[in-house]
């Protein structure tokens, strides 16, 4: 069995364990049912996610000249606190940055290797958790744009990480804490123009990956440098595939990408 296409990141649902899926332009796989087959990738081009041209992809599956253009890959989409749309203020398209900052936004707390402070668009839940990797996660606030969650993250990674150990989530070295108690214990320190939106009472999500055999130490491969790789898949967490060898292949990391898969 065969695919080709460009790698976007892979879509994922909710279950028991989550499903996780690679969308191509014709076709889409159930990668979790590649589970314990041998997967073969090989890299055959670059296909820019914007312009759709066959550049080397410069960061998130974009060429240079299209990142430093595309209001997708605006500086406020990794620092919400610099979103202006609520002020009518354009960075690189104000119709497209309203779109997306002016809708409900998510501050939350996550564990996938620590306790991690997040923001998303609230249409991104579970989805962002998965991604990262968390085995459990909860909401602080919930706010009407992207501005004043990043201002709420902005004060809340002042008192905790916002940042995942990816070596760590990969190898499940983790620890269950109390996010609840988390949650509690960081509300005092929400900006007073947040302090409305502040979530009570509510429960953690609990995440559960298809992996049946996690990397004893992790070697992350590079499919421009190494152009095919073949091995036995053991397992997805967060954007990662996971092979019997402690290989592990970021889909996220490697949007853009024009490959083949084989599946044996």
């Not at 909710?14 to 191509?24: D, E, K, S, T």
Request: hydrophobic fraction near 35%; proline fraction near 4%.
């Amino acid at each position: 069995m065969r695919y080709e296409g460009v790698l976007r990141k892979m879509q994922s649902e909710l279950g028991q364990p989550i499903q996780y899926y690679l969308i191509f332009n014709e076709d889409f796989l159930n990668v979790n049912q590649v589970l314990d087959k041998e997967l073969q990738i090989s890299f055959i081009k670059y296909q820019c996610l914007n312009c759709g041209e066959d550049r080397p992809i410069f960061r998130q599956g974009y060429c240079q000249t299209c990142f430093f253009e595309t209001p997708a890959a605006g500086d406020w989409i990794m620092r919400p606190e610099l979103s202006t749309a609520h002020l009518d203020k354009e960075d690189r398209d104000l119709e497209y940055e309203k779109k997306v900052q002016l809708q409900p936004h998510i501050v939350y707390l996550a564990n996938s290797s620590n306790v991690k402070v997040g923001v998303t668009r609230k249409s991104q839940i579970p989805t962002r958790w998965i991604d990262q990797g968390a085995h459990e996660a909860i909401e602080i606030v919930e706010v009407p744009n992207r501005y004043l969650a990043g201002i709420t993250e902005l004060a809340l990674k002042e008192h905790v990480s916002d940042k995942t150990n990816w070596r760590k989530m990969l190898t499940n070295t983790i620890e269950d804490v109390d996010l609840i108690q988390w949650r509690n214990k960081l509300s005092q320190y929400i900006p007073d123009e947040a302090v409305a939106y502040y979530i009570e009472n509510n429960q953690e999500t609990h995440m559960e990956f298809p992996v049946l055999q996690y990397p004893v130490k992790v070697k992350s491969l590079n499919l421009q440098k190494t152009t095919t790789f073949k091995g036995v898949l053991k397992g997805i967490k967060g954007q990662y595939l996971i092979f019997e060898d402690n290989t592990v292949f970021n889909i996220r990391g490697n949007e853009g990408l024009y490959v083949g898969l084989g599946i044996n």
